[in-house]
């Protein structure tokens, strides 16, 4: 019996040894537990700030999205609005260069009009100058042909009469003598 118990207290005491190591582990498996836990709180949180800012983030991404869309809508409109004003004002570039190369074809005739016009008349008025100066040299000369003409008949009166009262003259004289 005595080996019985000894048996026994052998048995109890391995019971027991493991016990203690037991109580040991335990103690430091609840100590691993409570760093665990301290951990698995300290990622609850960080999760939930996460989530949280993930969350304002998605609102921020949502509210710019908007925005974009916003924005990309009034860009699209002041887009289409200087399309439509490049539109009207190449129309009115592509009508004025029109009206202009009238203007200046209409402006090209009458100057073109004018030069001929003035150069006829400047051909009018030289044949005209012309006419007026062989005119005027015929008369010049009519008139001197004409004074030459009337002095010689001026002189031959004028010599027919000196003659005339010359012989008067001798005639009165030889009578009178």
Do not use: P
Not at 10 to 24: C, E, H, K, V
Not at 100 to 123: P, S
Not at 145 to 171: C, G, M, T
């Amino acid at each position: 019996m005595k080996g019985s118990k000894t048996l026994l207290f052998i048995f109890l005491m391995s019971f027991w040894g493991y016990a203690d190591n037991d109580s040991l582990r335990l103690n430091s498996l609840e100590n691993e537990l409570a760093v665990y836990q301290s951990r698995l709180d300290r990622l609850l949180r960080t999760q939930d700030q996460v989530l949280k800012e993930a969350r304002d983030l998605r609102m921020e991404m949502m509210l710019h999205e908007s925005n974009r869309d916003s924005l990309n809508q009034q860009i699209a409109g002041q887009i289409s609005e200087n399309r439509s004003m490049m539109d009207d004002f190449s129309a009115k570039q592509v009508q004025t260069e029109r009206a202009l190369n009238l203007a200046l074809d209409q402006f090209q005739q009458r100057f073109e009009q004018q030069n001929r016009v003035a150069a006829q008349l400047e051909a009018q008025l030289q044949g005209q100058v012309n006419y007026q100066l062989i005119i005027m040299v015929a008369a010049f000369a009519t008139l001197i042909v004409l004074f030459i003409l009337l002095n010689r008949s001026s002189i031959r009166k004028s010599l027919a009469h000196s003659n005339a009262s010359w012989n008067q003259f001798q005639d009165h004289f030889l009578k009178n003598n």
